[in-house]
């Protein structure tokens, strides 16, 4: 018998330049669930709503991600899927949503909540790291190719 809170887990986000604050994330999530799903944003999402190309391609950020012992499961969601998180939870299936806490309280997600409560499914929120980002890696780049 499992003595995790949750049994199947799902979180999602971008995991471009796989970084320590995506490693804490994850880690966090499976300490709570005894299986973790990852949605990977696609290529096109990063294109159209983060307005810029991703520097590692959708197939290779899905493969790392399947590599670490943390994740159980990793899948490439369209825009749809990363935005309406009930798409997410019909293809999943997954008992608890682990999200960041900056979106907690927000109109949007207090309207997924209801929603998955409905479901029983429900939303955890998860701290964020502080001082490391994709964007700081991605900028910190550019500026020492400036410098060079
Ligand atoms: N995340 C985190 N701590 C960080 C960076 C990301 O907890 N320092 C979490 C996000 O909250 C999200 C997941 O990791 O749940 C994937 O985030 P992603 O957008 O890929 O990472 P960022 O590094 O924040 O990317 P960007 O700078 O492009 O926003």
Not at 21 to 27: A, P, R
Not at 90 to 109: A, M, N
């Amino acid at each position: 018998m499992s003595e995790k809170k949750y049994h199947v887990g799902y979180t999602c986000g971008v995991f471009d330049l796989f970084h320590v604050g995506h490693l804490n994330l994850l880690e966090r999530c499976k300490e709570m669930c005894d299986v973790l799903i990852v949605g990977v944003c696609d290529d096109e999402y990063v294109r159209v709503v983060k307005h810029k190309d991703p520097v590692i391609p959708e197939e290779d950020r899905a493969r790392i991600l399947r590599a670490l012992k943390c994740v159980d499961d990793a899948q490439i969601v369209d825009i749809e899927t990363t935005n309406d998180k009930m798409i997410a939870l019909e293809r999943f299936k997954f008992d608890v949503l682990f999200s960041g806490d900056d979106w907690k309280g927000s109109e949007r997600y207090l309207k997924t909540e209801a929603q998955f409560a409905e479901l029983g499914a429900c939303i955890e929120y998860l701290p964020y790291t502080h001082g490391i980002s994709t964007s700081g890696i991605r900028q910190q780049l550019s500026d020492d190719e400036a410098k060079a």
